[in-house]
């Protein structure tokens, strides 16, 4: 099974910053990378992609990149509702492994 | 516009059963990948299950022989029996759906609690 570590665990952010996640793969999982965000008692949403596609409807100021095992998640200028929990997850290999997550908190 | 909408869960004991349902809108489920993701309180996401083709089905060894997925095509709707449930499955349960990639969750539900406790 293939291990994916997210770092940092949290990112303290004020508004209008940038914001920038760190995903790694245990081993490389080419460009089946995707990124979820989740709000406090929700369902995560998807985001990104084949490491670097965006979702339906997700705005621009979220960008993904890498390929491989190291993969990163920027938001350019973080908004009020940008706050929560990311996610990364593999979809490469069976089962479909996510991170432990990167909780991005109000600086 | 996709709805997914998660019901069932409960407190139950340990060595009990629930069934979880997921009705589905927008989004044909004998038609797609269907899974059940969970989330232990405060914890990460965890795969439990996935039904697709033709009643194709797969489990995470924490629950193979306890848990069964499954789907009732004419209602449009997921189901997931659990039985001998045991504390440590305690979670958020959410069904999600993907298109293109089994692993790759396009919709998701709202989620639905299991408590196992005495």
């Known amino acids: 099974e293939i291990v994916m570590t997210q770092s940092p665990a949290t990112l303290s952010v004020s508004p209008g910053e940038r914001a920038t996640l760190s995903c790694r793969a245990s081993?490389?999982?080419?460009?089946?990378l995707a990124w979820y965000q989740q709000k406090p008692g929700q369902a995560p949403r998807l985001l990104i992609y084949?490491?670097?596609t965006r979702a339906t409807g997700i705005p621009a100021r979220f960008s993904g990149s890498g390929s491989g095992t190291e993969f990163t998640l920027t938001i350019s200028s973080l908004q009020s509702e940008d706050f929560g929990i990311y996610y990364c997850?593999?979809?490469?290999?069976?089962?479909?492994?996510f991170g432990q997550g990167t909780k991005v908190e109000i600086k | 516009e996709v709805q997914l909408v998660e019901s069932g869960g409960g407190l139950v004991q340990p060595g009990g059963s629930l069934r979880l349902s997921c009705a589905a809108s927008?989004?044909?489920?004998?038609?797609?990948?269907m899974s059940w993701v969970r989330q232990a309180p405060g914890k990460g996401l965890e795969w439990v299950s996935v039904?697709?083709?033709?009643?194709?089905?797969y489990y995470a060894d924490s629950v193979k022989g306890r848990f069964t997925i499954s789907r009732d095509n004419s209602k449009n709707t997921l189901y997931l029996q659990m039985n001998s449930l045991r504390p440590e499955d305690t979670a958020v349960y959410y069904c999600?759906?993907?298109?293109?990639?089994?692993?790759?969750?396009?919709?998701w539900g709202q989620g639905t609690l299991v408590t196992v406790s005495s």
């Open positions: 999600a759906g993907a298109i293109g990639n089994m692993w790759r969750y396009d919709y």
């Open positions: 927008e989004f044909t489920v004998s038609s797609n990948y």
């Open positions: 039904i697709y083709s033709a009643d194709t089905t």
């Open positions: 081993q490389s999982v080419s460009n089946t």
């Open positions: 084949g490491a670097s």
């Open positions: 997850q593999q979809y490469n290999n069976w089962p479909g492994t």
